[in-house]
């Protein structure tokens, strides 16, 4: 299995050092830098980890992953925050079902590696139309 990682971010250059990480890991790595973005990007037949940024303009990861929800997109996938806010806000407690891990801003390369390679290993058990 293809180990797929989508990155939503809107810093570049967070989308530059996560993509640059998780590549020397053997990843391959989607960066996207908005919400809209991911959502086309899963309707184009993405299927895989994604790592997304709870702040972003016009619509934020609580938001984008309301979308990925309605939208029927979250089966066959596994979301992860990766945000520099440190303690998740109230939204979270209405999509926590949807979301694996809560990772912060700053991270040490290799946490990130060992994290992703966990989770990563959980795809091949999700099915798409469960």
């Not at 990925?68 to 596994?78: H, S, Y």
């Amino acid at each position: 299995m293809e180990k797929k990682v989508m990155v939503v971010d809107d810093d570049p250059a967070v989308l530059r050092t996560v993509k640059r990480i998780l590549e020397s890991a053997g990843f391959n790595v989607m960066p996207v830098d908005t919400g809209t973005a991911c959502l086309e990007s899963l309707k184009q037949g993405f299927h895989g980890l994604i790592l997304m940024d709870v702040i972003m303009p016009e619509m934020d990861g609580w938001d984008t992953i309301q979308s990925i929800v309605d939208q029927g997109f979250a089966k066959g996938n596994i979301i992860c925050m990766l945000t520099a806010k440190e303690i998740p806000d109230k939204r979270m407690d209405q999509l926590k079902e949807y979301i694996l891990d809560y990772i912060t801003k700053p991270f040490a390369a290799q946490q990130l590696i060992d994290i992703v390679t966990e989770y990563i290993d959980y795809l091949p058990s999700i099915k798409k139309d469960d």
